[in-house]
């Protein structure tokens, strides 16, 4: 049976990534901040499902789950799912919660991969999907230190691939998926929030939707999925022109914040999803 490892399974996207997974044959193991969490989604998952706290801020800790899984057998998929999100214009934005973003959206991302990649090259093969944003592939006004952050999860994601071909290596897969909005924990209490508006900008999915997307890729990998996949082609013309995008701004953001009111009706009313 393949072993895969989910981080920040205890809720949203993650618990829903852990779920398809068990669906396609995998054993998991759900890792959270929160070990309660954790615990409780690998029980409902039941059958080979475990749980056990992870931050993945600690370098070690990550190291030593890939280590312990290797030994017992075979880790064939590790996905780095744990993100933490903090709109607002980033002159307001506090020190502290800049740095949490990069320490869990980066550091983090960085840490689950290199602790895979120890027991995944010495078998020769393995997958690491990293989950990083819509945000990664474009500057997104009123989230910019998110963007940033989710901007250098998917330069590490590529690169690290580069260098394992470079190196000889192609038994392992590197993937990162880059999904528009996602109705889970991490945008419920951001329905008002003007910043947040482009979250909101494109069609906001669940995190069903999503996880069957990755489920998908685990069998087909590929180096980036968008999900949907044609907004990667819209969203990349901002960086290719920026002053366009400047221009182009204020109705963006108008339109943004127009589905967003449209999402908070809908989501109140009980009419989505």
């Given at each position: 049976?393949?072993?895969?490892?989910?981080?920040?399974?205890?809720?949203?996207?993650?618990?829903?990534?852990?779920?398809?997974?068990?669906?396609?044959?995998?054993?998991?193991?759900?890792?959270?901040?929160?070990?309660?969490?954790?615990?409780?989604?690998?029980?409902?998952?039941?059958?080979?499902?475990?749980?056990?706290?992870?931050?993945?801020?600690?370098?070690?800790?990550?190291?030593?789950?890939?280590?312990?899984?290797?030994?017992?057998?075979?880790?064939?998929?590790?996905?780095n799912?744990?993100?933490?999100?903090?709109?607002?214009?980033?002159?307001?934005?506090?020190?502290?919660?800049r740095?949490?973003?990069?320490?869990?959206?980066?550091?983090g991302?960085?840490?689950?991969?290199?602790?895979?990649?120890?027991?995944?090259?010495?078998?020769?093969?393995?997958?690491?999907?990293?989950?990083?944003?819509?945000?990664?592939?474009?500057?997104?006004?009123?989230?910019?230190?998110?963007?940033?952050?989710?901007?250098?999860?998917?330069?590490?994601?590529?690169?690290?691939?580069?260098?394992?071909?470079?190196?000889?290596?192609?038994?392992?897969?590197?993937?990162?998926?880059?999904?528009?909005?996602?109705?889970?924990?991490?945008?419920?209490?951001?329905?008002?929030?003007?910043?947040?508006?482009?979250?909101?900008s494109?069609?906001?999915?669940?995190?069903?939707?999503?996880?069957?997307e990755?489920?998908?890729?685990?069998?087909r990998?590929?180096?980036?999925?968008?999900?949907?996949?044609?907004?990667?082609?819209?969203?990349?013309?901002?960086?290719?022109?920026p002053?366009?995008?400047?221009?182009?701004?204020?109705?963006?953001?108008?339109?943004?914040?127009?589905?967003?009111?449209?999402?908070?009706?809908?989501?109140?009313?009980?009419?989505?999803?």
């Open positions: 049976m393949r072993t895969a490892v989910v981080t920040g399974g205890g809720s949203g996207l993650g618990r829903a990534i852990a779920a398809e997974l068990v669906e396609r044959g995998y054993r998991v193991h759900v890792t959270d901040v929160d070990a309660g969490a954790a615990d409780r989604v690998a029980a409902e998952l039941g059958g080979e499902a475990r749980g056990s706290a992870l931050d993945v801020r600690d370098e070690a800790a990550c190291r030593g789950l890939a280590e312990s899984i290797g030994r017992t057998g075979s880790l064939d998929l590790w996905v799912n744990a993100g933490v999100f903090f709109s607002g214009v980033p002159w307001e934005q506090s020190a502290e919660r740095q949490t973003m990069l320490d869990v959206n980066v550091t991302l960085m840490n689950g991969t290199i602790a895979a990649l120890g027991p995944m090259r010495a078998a020769g093969r393995g997958h690491v999907v990293n989950v990083v944003s819509l945000a990664g592939l474009v500057a997104a006004p009123g989230e910019v230190a998110y963007s940033a952050s989710k901007h250098a999860a998917i330069a590490f994601t590529l690169g690290t691939l580069f260098d394992l071909r470079r190196t000889g290596c192609k038994g392992i897969e590197l993937s990162a998926v880059c999904p528009d909005g996602i109705w889970t924990p991490m945008l419920e209490n951001k329905l008002e929030d003007p910043d947040a508006a482009p979250s909101f494109g069609r906001l999915l669940t995190a069903e939707e999503v996880a069957r990755v489920g998908k890729l685990t069998e990998p590929r180096p980036i999925l968008v999900v949907p996949r044609w907004r990667g082609p819209q969203l990349r013309l901002f960086d290719l022109f002053r366009l995008g400047l221009r182009l701004l204020p109705l963006v953001m108008w339109d943004a914040r127009r589905k967003q009111r449209r999402y908070k009706k809908l989501i109140e009313g009980g009419k989505w999803p």
